[in-house]
């Protein structure tokens, strides 16, 4: 017998084209008619009439919600439910977070926190076993990894490339155990796979949601319209189409989808009525197999010809950096959570825990159309606002008092410096007198350079002293670069910023007093700075450090080369800032760009930099060299070598992209070498394990390839690099971005993306990011160049 496993269900996207409040709601119906509140009313009502009845739910964010408005009888209702299994938890994370642009810190903090709500609720039977991705725009192979180690069965997912699914079904190969990990024992990463065959919509004909244009099952034998018997063969004929394409007799189809069953009533109905009739069963051969085993990952992911959900590998790259900023603030805050609780005697309790706040937000963030960068921009705003304001209607910061009570010891409140992004923070920007306090969340001690905002007038001298030793230390002025008054915008008059080494235990901080100097004693520990405007020079400019000594060329004012002090290694490094026309698609396919979609090939410079601005320092041995670069009004560079410290750090500064010639722009910053990497490039998978990519190659199926650049991107989470048989050139990142390399010795990475044109995926609005000032967004990352050899580049660029 052919067993069809009929599974009820609706995907509530925890935002997207409405913000989660208006989804829970129903809300902003103008947008679209989704209310979670009344799905989950309908179909707990509909499951507790009928005992055969099964439903499966995924959204923890939503049903807690939800689960905190019913009274005592309902929650006793469902909570039976749960222990009959008739209403099962799959997945159990708070959202289904994207997996391309997500960090595994925030991938296992918004599965915990889904987890733990169900445990604490409704105990151990309520533990999904299987994982259920089902709308994600691509698959990690390290998100599996860490549903294997979460103890998961199974992981189910609708969307995969279309031709990988063509060539999958042709071979029976649409379930198979997914091997999540290059370097954990098998089986401790492997975990079942199975491919939907639908995405996670009902085959056509049987979507009974009020919503739906399918006709219902009209049973009624007396009715001129009874279409029973087309329905039943209908369905067998949709089961046999299924059954085709899998190695066994159970076959899987998913009933609902997005934000159906608010009327639960019309599906059930339909349902009770298609199992009754359609039960006689099909008779169908089974026979034994092995399965096959994959080891790569599912990216990237294309649709149709020429259509590359690529692009949002970078959209929306001031969200994303804020995510992954405000990620690091969340384990801060629960590490100092953590010590008050044991300063007090307190059992940490996770539904009180002031860290909640931000825990949630930050568990919504990672849904797959959050930090994906792929929802309405109102949507966009809404998920930074929680991530900053914490709690909107209360506007209290939960995380920010818990902080200032722990390292304070409740006798104070720290300020907080929340635009050091640009260089501005009004505290120290108008005070000569401060502390500073920085804290490390990493489980090992780490030197990190501090850089603050401060107005260095003349007569403003600054004294930095470590106070837990009482040690003076060195410390360096540098003027606020040309792209930093850019983005401010005449706020605040910090025209320095005062830059010292901060040595910072594990899990712990460290304070810093700034003062005026006392005594002309002082003087000398402070570098004062001369700094000049240089257009072509005489000779190329080199700046160096201990470790690596980077050169550029006169002519061009671009990075030349790149020597590695220790190794010897000495190699020309070309970086250059370009932006592909995301208005135009290729001549193939006349496509637009979109918030998910890159399609084009063309390639254009920024403009050739007109002005460069190099800051020459008095004294020797200074704590930092820096290159500035102005490729345009819109974009800039700093180029920067702090003293001990084994990288390059390449500060970007993009945007407000112009538009004015209706040409949207995908900017993009690239690195030539001359490395030997014959089409090979390496990614991360979410920050951890590394996978090996080939251009216009997939490992485990023969390409058609249709877009030569995006078709060639993949999710690049905290780095990429490129080797040959001697030399590897990595470059890490701030924030997710996509990357690729398309010629040997290459490789660039997508910064910024400003659009005009829209994708026609179901936003219908396109990623035109004003920014605060309605003229465009400005955005402004890091990356960190390492050179060096083969083997000694694993253990730098993982640290």
Not at 313 to 334: A, D, I, W
Not at 560 to 570: C, T
Request: hydrophobic share 35%; aromatic share 12%.
């Amino acid at each position: 017998k052919l067993n069809v496993h009929i599974v009820p269900h609706t995907h509530d996207d925890v935002g997207w084209l409405k913000t989660v409040d208006q989804y829970y709601y129903g809300a902003n119906s103008s947008i679209a008619w989704a209310g979670v509140q009344y799905i989950l009313d309908t179909v707990v009502q509909q499951l507790s009439v009928d005992p055969t009845r099964r439903f499966i739910y995924v959204e923890v964010a939503f049903f807690s919600r939800w689960w905190r408005e019913q009274n005592t009888e309902v929650q006793q209702e469902v909570k039976r439910l749960v222990q009959e299994g008739r209403l099962e938890f799959i997945l159990g994370g708070w959202s289904m977070n994207d997996e391309a642009a997500t960090h595994y810190n925030a991938i296992i903090d918004q599965m915990t926190l889904g987890l733990r709500f169900l445990n604490d609720t409704f105990g151990p039977c309520a533990r999904p076993r299987v994982a259920w991705q089902i709308d994600p725009f691509g698959h990690s192979r390290e998100q599996a990894s860490l549903f294997a180690q979460m103890g998961f069965d199974g992981l189910f997912f609708g969307r995969l490339d279309y031709q990988d699914k063509e060539t999958r079904e042709m071979k029976l190969k649409m379930e198979e155990i997914w091997r999540g990990s290059q370097s954990l024992h098998h089986p401790e990463a492997d975990l079942f796979t199975g491919l939907n065959e639908n995405g996670y919509n009902p085959p056509a004909g049987f979507c009974f949601d009020a919503y739906c244009k399918d006709d219902p099952i009209m049973d009624d034998p007396t009715l001129e319209d009874n279409n029973v018997k087309q329905k039943v063969d209908d369905f067998i004929s949709a089961a046999h189409k299924q059954a085709k394409h899998f190695r066994t007799n159970h076959i899987m189809m998913t009933m609902g989808s997005d934000f159906q069953y608010s009327n639960a009533k019309a599906w059930f109905k339909n349902l009770d009525k298609l199992m009754k009739y359609v039960n006689s069963a099909v008779r169908y051969k089974n026979c034994f197999f092995l399965w096959s085993v994959k080891s790569d990952d599912f990216f990237p992911y294309a649709d149709a010809p020429h259509q590359f959900w690529t692009g949002y590998f970078t959209s929306r790259p001031g969200l994303k950096g804020y995510v992954r900023e405000s990620n690091k603030y969340l384990q801060v805050c629960n590490q100092l959570e953590t010590v008050a609780h044991l300063r007090s005697g307190m059992k940490s309790n996770l539904r009180t825990s002031k860290s909640n706040v931000l825990r949630a937000a930050m568990g919504v963030a990672q849904h797959h159309d959050a930090v994906s960068g792929t929802s309405k921009q109102h949507v966009a705003n809404d998920y930074a606002k929680r991530l900053y304001i914490e709690i909107p209607s209360l506007n209290r910061r939960h995380c920010k008092d818990v902080i200032s009570s722990v390292i304070t010891e409740g006798s104070s409140n720290l300020t907080f410096c929340d635009y050091m992004n640009i260089t501005l923070c009004d505290f120290t920007q108008n005070s000569n007198r401060f502390t500073a306090v920085v804290y490390n969340p990493l489980a090992r001690a780490v030197s990190k350079y501090i850089r603050i905002p401060v107005d260095c007038t003349p007569s403003y001298i600054f004294v930095v002293i470590e106070l837990v030793t009482g040690a003076r230390l060195t410390t360096q002025l540098v003027p606020v670069s040309e792209a930093t008054e850019s983005v401010r915008r005449n706020r605040g008059n910090a025209n320095c910023e005062l830059v010292f080494l901060a040595k910072l235990p594990a899990l712990g901080y460290n304070s810093f007093s700034v003062i005026p100097p006392i005594s002309c004693i002082f003087v000398d520990l402070v570098y004062f700075l001369s700094f000049l405007l240089v257009v072509n020079p005489s000779d190329d400019i080199t700046i160096s450090n201990e470790f690596y000594s980077v050169n550029f060329n006169r002519n061009s004012g671009l990075m030349d080369s790149i020597v590695n002090i220790e190794s010897g290694i000495k190699i020309p490094v070309h970086q250059d800032m370009l932006w592909y026309n995301g208005s135009m698609g290729n001549n193939a396919s006349k496509q637009q760009s979109g918030k998910g979609h890159f399609y084009n090939f063309y390639v254009y410079n920024v403009i050739d930099i007109i002005v460069k601005l190099i800051v020459y320092l008095q004294g020797s041995n200074p704590l930092v060299q820096e290159v500035y670069q102005k490729f345009s009004d819109w974009a800039y560079q700093v180029v920067r070598l702090y003293k001990g410290i084994k990288h390059i750090e390449v500060e970007w500064t993009v945007g407000p992209i112009p538009v004015k010639d209706q040409w949207g722009k995908e900017v993009i910053s690239r690195y030539e070498t001359n490395i030997d990497s014959n089409g090979y490039f390496y990614t991360d998978a979410n920050g951890r394990e590394v996978l090996e990519r080939k251009k216009n190659y997939r490992p485990t199926w023969k390409l058609n390839q249709t877009e030569p650049v995006a078709g060639n991107y993949y999710p690049v989470n905290s780095r990429i690099y490129i080797r040959d048989a001697h030399v590897q050139l990595t470059v890490l990142t701030d924030r997710s971005q996509g990357g690729s390399s398309l010629s040997s010795g290459a490789l660039e990475l997508m910064v910024h993306r400003r659009l005009l044109g829209e994708d026609s995926k179901g936003v219908a609005e396109p990623l035109n990011e004003t920014g605060q000032f309605g003229d465009g967004l400005i955005t402004r990352g890091k990356h960190w160049l390492l050179l060096d050899t083969v083997t000694s580049s694993a253990k730098q660029h993982r640290l």
